[in-house]
Protein backbone atom coordinates (compact mmCIF):
# COMPACT_ATOMS: atom_id res chain seq x y z
CA UNK A 1 0.00 0.00 0.00
CA UNK A 2 1.36 3.55 -1.09
CA UNK A 3 0.14 5.15 1.73
CA UNK A 4 1.43 8.81 1.08
CA UNK A 5 -0.21 8.53 -2.33
CA UNK A 6 -3.46 7.43 -0.31
CA UNK A 7 -3.08 10.61 1.50
CA UNK A 8 -2.31 12.42 -1.54
CA UNK A 9 -5.39 11.89 -3.37
CA UNK A 10 -7.47 12.34 -0.78
CA UNK A 11 -6.41 15.81 -0.42
CA UNK A 12 -6.47 16.15 -4.13
CA UNK A 13 -10.80 14.90 -3.94
CA UNK A 14 -10.97 17.27 -0.57
CA UNK A 15 -9.98 20.63 -2.85
CA UNK A 16 -12.55 19.65 -5.31
CA UNK A 17 -15.06 19.11 -3.00
CA UNK A 18 -13.94 22.46 -1.04
CA UNK A 19 -13.81 24.18 -4.51
CA UNK A 20 -17.30 25.15 -5.26
CA UNK A 21 -17.97 26.45 -1.62
CA UNK A 22 -18.77 29.74 -0.58
CA UNK A 23 -18.52 31.75 2.81
CA UNK A 24 -20.02 34.94 3.25
CA UNK A 25 -18.90 38.24 5.61
CA UNK A 26 -17.22 38.68 7.62
CA UNK A 27 -15.02 36.45 5.54
CA UNK A 28 -13.78 38.26 2.45
CA UNK A 29 -11.05 35.81 1.55
CA UNK A 30 -10.34 32.11 1.60
CA UNK A 31 -7.01 30.54 1.28
CA UNK A 32 -6.32 26.96 0.49
CA UNK A 33 -2.32 25.84 1.08
CA UNK A 34 -3.07 22.52 -0.33
CA UNK A 35 -3.70 24.23 -3.91
CA UNK A 36 -0.93 27.39 -4.46
CA UNK A 37 1.54 25.21 -1.42
CA UNK A 38 0.75 21.48 -3.27
CA UNK A 39 4.66 20.86 -3.90
CA UNK A 40 5.79 21.29 -0.37
CA UNK A 41 2.43 19.69 1.03
CA UNK A 42 3.32 16.72 -1.47
CA UNK A 43 6.54 15.97 0.00
CA UNK A 44 5.66 16.44 3.49
CA UNK A 45 3.70 13.68 2.68
CA UNK A 46 6.27 11.27 1.04
CA UNK A 47 8.73 11.92 3.22
CA UNK A 48 6.92 11.33 6.77
CA UNK A 49 3.40 9.63 5.57
CA UNK A 50 4.54 6.58 3.89
CA UNK A 51 4.32 3.98 7.23
CA UNK A 52 1.51 3.25 9.62
CA UNK A 53 1.73 5.42 13.05
CA UNK A 54 0.68 4.89 16.27
CA UNK A 55 -0.59 8.30 16.08
CA UNK A 56 -2.24 11.17 14.23
CA UNK A 57 -1.91 14.69 16.22
CA UNK A 58 -4.52 16.70 14.38
CA UNK A 59 -5.08 20.53 14.49
CA UNK A 60 -7.95 22.69 13.52
CA UNK A 61 -7.12 24.94 10.01
CA UNK A 62 -3.91 26.99 9.07
CA UNK A 63 -2.28 29.84 10.44
CA UNK A 64 -1.58 32.53 8.52
CA UNK A 65 2.38 32.53 9.05
CA UNK A 66 2.50 28.45 9.17
CA UNK A 67 1.19 26.59 6.96
CA UNK A 68 -0.46 29.14 4.76
CA UNK A 69 2.67 30.08 3.75
CA UNK A 70 4.87 26.32 4.01
CA UNK A 71 1.68 24.38 3.37
CA UNK A 72 2.60 21.96 6.33
CA UNK A 73 0.78 21.74 9.21
CA UNK A 74 1.51 24.12 11.62
CA UNK A 75 4.39 25.37 9.35
CA UNK A 76 7.19 27.30 10.93
CA UNK A 77 9.20 28.64 8.15
CA UNK A 78 12.26 28.06 9.78
CA UNK A 79 11.76 24.33 11.05
CA UNK A 80 9.76 23.13 8.37
CA UNK A 81 13.22 23.99 6.05
CA UNK A 82 15.81 22.81 8.49
CA UNK A 83 14.29 20.35 11.14
CA UNK A 84 11.66 18.78 8.43
CA UNK A 85 13.51 19.10 5.46
CA UNK A 86 10.56 19.94 3.42
CA UNK A 87 11.18 22.11 0.14
CA UNK A 88 8.95 22.66 -3.12
CA UNK A 89 7.53 26.15 -4.64
CA UNK A 90 4.65 27.98 -3.30
CA UNK A 91 2.82 30.17 -5.39
CA UNK A 92 -0.20 32.49 -4.51
CA UNK A 93 -3.69 32.49 -3.86
CA UNK A 94 -6.70 33.71 -6.07
CA UNK A 95 -7.65 36.40 -4.10
CA UNK A 96 -4.90 37.37 -2.10
CA UNK A 97 -5.21 39.66 1.03
CA UNK A 98 -2.85 42.50 1.29
CA UNK A 99 -2.17 42.54 4.98
CA UNK A 100 -1.49 38.68 4.56
CA UNK A 101 0.54 37.98 1.56
CA UNK A 102 1.62 34.64 0.54
CA UNK A 103 5.41 34.87 0.20
CA UNK A 104 6.45 31.08 0.79
CA UNK A 105 9.50 30.20 2.66
CA UNK A 106 10.68 33.46 2.03
CA UNK A 107 7.82 34.34 4.91
CA UNK A 108 9.73 36.23 7.75
CA UNK A 109 7.22 36.46 10.52
CA UNK A 110 6.60 33.41 12.88
CA UNK A 111 3.90 31.32 13.88
CA UNK A 112 4.20 31.10 17.61
CA UNK A 113 1.90 27.01 17.84
CA UNK A 114 4.36 26.18 14.67
CA UNK A 115 7.15 27.62 16.61
CA UNK A 116 5.98 25.57 20.07
CA UNK A 117 4.93 22.29 18.21
CA UNK A 118 8.27 21.39 15.68
CA UNK A 119 10.26 23.47 18.38
CA UNK A 120 9.76 21.21 20.90
CA UNK A 121 9.92 17.87 18.50
CA UNK A 122 13.21 19.47 17.39
CA UNK A 123 14.80 19.57 20.81
CA UNK A 124 13.70 15.89 21.33
CA UNK A 125 15.04 14.16 18.16
CA UNK A 126 18.08 14.65 16.25
CA UNK A 127 16.50 13.68 13.25
CA UNK A 128 12.72 14.52 12.37
CA UNK A 129 12.72 10.71 11.06
CA UNK A 130 12.51 9.73 14.78
CA UNK A 131 9.09 11.32 15.76
CA UNK A 132 7.14 10.55 12.33
CA UNK A 133 8.50 6.31 13.05
CA UNK A 134 4.96 6.57 15.28
CA UNK A 135 3.46 9.91 14.56
CA UNK A 136 1.83 12.09 12.15
CA UNK A 137 0.82 15.56 12.36
CA UNK A 138 -2.42 16.74 10.15
CA UNK A 139 -4.99 19.82 10.09
CA UNK A 140 -8.89 18.84 9.94
CA UNK A 141 -9.47 21.70 7.44
CA UNK A 142 -6.91 23.41 4.73
CA UNK A 143 -8.50 26.42 4.56
CA UNK A 144 -7.66 29.82 6.21
CA UNK A 145 -10.53 32.50 6.63
CA UNK A 146 -9.83 35.94 6.70
CA UNK A 147 -11.73 39.42 7.51
CA UNK A 148 -11.62 42.22 5.99
CA UNK A 149 -9.02 43.82 8.81
CA UNK A 150 -7.14 40.15 7.94
CA UNK A 151 -8.03 39.05 11.44
CA UNK A 152 -8.25 34.84 11.15
CA UNK A 153 -11.94 33.73 11.42
CA UNK A 154 -11.77 30.16 12.66
CA UNK A 155 -14.04 27.49 10.99
CA UNK A 156 -16.42 27.33 14.37
CA UNK A 157 -17.11 30.52 13.93
CA UNK A 158 -18.81 30.55 10.45
CA UNK A 159 -22.59 30.25 9.49
CA UNK A 160 -24.23 26.66 10.04
CA UNK A 161 -24.98 26.59 6.52
CA UNK A 162 -21.10 27.16 5.45
CA UNK A 163 -19.70 24.83 8.60
CA UNK A 164 -22.22 21.81 7.12
CA UNK A 165 -20.84 21.80 4.17
CA UNK A 166 -17.07 22.43 4.92
CA UNK A 167 -17.18 19.80 8.13
CA UNK A 168 -18.72 17.04 5.14
CA UNK A 169 -15.33 17.02 3.01
CA UNK A 170 -13.41 17.48 6.00
CA UNK A 171 -14.87 14.94 7.75
CA UNK A 172 -14.53 12.49 4.97
CA UNK A 173 -10.75 13.61 4.34
CA UNK A 174 -10.18 12.39 7.89
CA UNK A 175 -11.48 9.32 7.48
CA UNK A 176 -9.04 8.64 4.39
CA UNK A 177 -6.44 10.19 6.12
CA UNK A 178 -7.08 7.37 9.28
CA UNK A 179 -7.58 4.36 6.86
CA UNK A 180 -4.24 5.36 5.03
CA UNK A 181 -2.16 5.78 8.41
CA UNK A 182 -4.16 3.31 10.62
CA UNK A 183 -3.17 4.96 14.08
CA UNK A 184 -4.11 3.53 17.22
CA UNK A 185 -4.84 7.34 18.38
CA UNK A 186 -6.30 10.92 17.09
CA UNK A 187 -4.85 12.88 19.61
CA UNK A 188 -6.97 16.97 18.64
CA UNK A 189 -4.16 19.59 18.94
CA UNK A 190 -6.96 21.82 20.94
CA UNK A 191 -10.95 20.85 22.14
CA UNK A 192 -12.29 21.70 18.07
CA UNK A 193 -9.71 18.92 16.63
CA UNK A 194 -10.29 16.17 19.12
CA UNK A 195 -14.90 16.86 18.71
CA UNK A 196 -14.44 16.45 14.87
CA UNK A 197 -12.41 13.70 15.28
CA UNK A 198 -15.48 11.95 17.38
CA UNK A 199 -17.52 13.21 15.17
CA UNK A 200 -15.83 12.18 11.83
CA UNK A 201 -14.54 8.89 13.15
CA UNK A 202 -17.27 7.50 15.71
CA UNK A 203 -17.47 3.50 15.67
CA UNK A 204 -13.55 3.14 14.33
CA UNK A 205 -11.28 1.06 16.56
CA UNK A 206 -9.51 3.47 17.81
CA UNK A 207 -8.74 5.98 20.86
CA UNK A 208 -9.55 9.74 20.54
CA UNK A 209 -8.00 12.58 23.12
CA UNK A 210 -6.79 15.93 23.31
CA UNK A 211 -3.67 18.33 24.12
CA UNK A 212 -3.77 21.79 24.90
CA UNK A 213 -3.52 23.70 21.49
CA UNK A 214 0.16 25.92 21.52
CA UNK A 215 -1.54 29.14 20.64
CA UNK A 216 -0.09 32.03 22.07
CA UNK A 217 -3.62 33.17 23.25
CA UNK A 218 -3.82 30.48 25.72
CA UNK A 219 -2.18 31.72 28.93
CA UNK A 220 -2.17 28.02 30.04
CA UNK A 221 0.54 27.20 26.69
CA UNK A 222 2.20 30.41 27.31
CA UNK A 223 3.41 28.64 30.85
CA UNK A 224 4.57 25.69 29.54
CA UNK A 225 2.55 24.41 26.82
CA UNK A 226 5.31 20.62 26.14
CA UNK A 227 5.11 19.90 29.91
CA UNK A 228 1.17 20.02 30.10
CA UNK A 229 1.28 18.22 27.01
CA UNK A 230 3.91 15.47 28.22
CA UNK A 231 1.53 15.31 30.93
CA UNK A 232 -1.76 14.81 29.14
CA UNK A 233 0.16 12.36 26.98
CA UNK A 234 1.45 10.00 29.45
CA UNK A 235 -2.34 9.37 31.03
CA UNK A 236 -2.77 7.74 27.74
CA UNK A 237 0.60 5.96 27.77
CA UNK A 238 2.18 8.19 24.89
CA UNK A 239 4.74 10.30 24.31
CA UNK A 240 5.19 13.18 22.57
Given amino acids: MDRAAAVISAGKKLCKQLAPLSFGAPVTHVYNPLV ?20 VYLGMNPGPFGMAQTGVPFGEVSLVRDFLGVRGAVGKP ?42 FVANY ?22 RDALYAACDAHLRALVAALEPRYVIGIGKF ?3 RALA ?41
Avoid at 117 to 129: D, E, F, I, S
Avoid at 150 to 158: A, E, H, I, S, V
Wanted: a neutral charge.
Fill in 36 to 55: YAAAPYADYLRRYAATPKQV
Fill in 94 to 135: EHEHPKRPIEGFACTRSEVSGARLWGTLAARYPQATGFFEHA
Fill in 141 to 162: CPLVFMESSGKNRTPDKLAPSE
Fill in 193 to 195: AQG
Fill in 200 to 240: ALGGLDLSIGTILHPSPASPAANRGWAKLVDAALAELGLTL
